[in-house]
């Protein structure tokens, strides 16, 4: 019996040659999950271009199949579109978990899980024909990811800092009592006291807005008993 191959629905352009549908769909799969996962890549994530795209292309075909099926097998009261991409949302979450990864008490990767799944979500809606607005969807996930954080950053949102200060013993009392007028709050310290002189080094872990932080280093900088400073954010958002 001749297979029968049932003309393809695109968006913008309707019902396509088959092969030629397929083509675009696969070939749009491939690129908008090569743009996320370039985004993903620069930023040294786990899932970079290859898995992304991969995911993408991926999920388009299950949804390609599960809608060509209905159109070749006919539309009884069984048969249902929606199973196969059902499928492909519970799935997609073994790889989601395996991007996740616990190291001390912080989770990360939540955010290159979350871009897994979404990616996937995208390879649904081109499979099913949507490639115009599976666009829109990829520009809306890389606005998220590169714009939320920056405007985070500018309205001051709160991180945990480890700082180290070095310096005369006496500036442990100016540092605090700065930090007790401040808007910071102080959650761990620690001093470590040099033998020979007058030095030590003083930990602090405070959690903090971008914005304290900078005025935190610039007072600390005008002091003329710290040496030097050192600190980084040591939890904040994966993006």
């Known amino acids: 019996m001749e297979l029968i191959h049932y003309d393809v629905y695109i968006e913008g352009f309707g019902q ?24 993903r890549e620069k930023k040294f994530k786990s899932a970079g271009i290859k898995t992304q795209i991969m995911i993408c292309v991926g999920a388009t075909i299950y949804t390609a199949i599960s809608i060509l099926n209905i159109d070749l097998y006919g539309h009884g009261p069984n048969i249902d579109p929606n199973r196969l991409p059902a499928q492909i949302v519970s799935g997609i979450g073994f790889l989601g978990a395996g991007a996740i990864i616990q190291s001390r008490g912080a989770v990360l990767g939540l955010t290159t899980a979350a871009t897994i799944w979404v990616v996937a979500a995208i390879g649904m809606s081109i499979g099913s024909g949507y490639v115009l607005s599976s666009s829109f969807f990829t520009v809306t996930i890389l606005v998220i990811l590169n714009l939320i954080e920056p ?12 700082v180290e200060i070095r310096g005369n013993k006496k500036m442990v009392k100016s540092i605090l009592r700065y930090i007790d007028n401040s808007s910071m709050e102080l959650l761990d310290s620690e001093v470590f006291h040099s033998e020979e002189d007058e030095r030590c080094n003083f930990h602090i872990e405070v959690k903090s807005g971008t914005k304290d932080m900078k005025k935190f280093i610039a007072f600390t900088r005008s002091n003329d008993r710290i040496e030097n400073i050192i600190h980084r954010a040591v939890r904040k958002s994966s993006y």
């Open 16 to 39: 396509v040659n088959f092969y030629l549908g397929i083509g675009i769909k696969v070939l749009t799969a491939v690129f908008l999950g090569l743009i996320i996962g370039l985004d």
């Open 151 to 162: 405007i985070l950053k500018f309205l001051g949102k709160e991180e945990l800092f480890h």
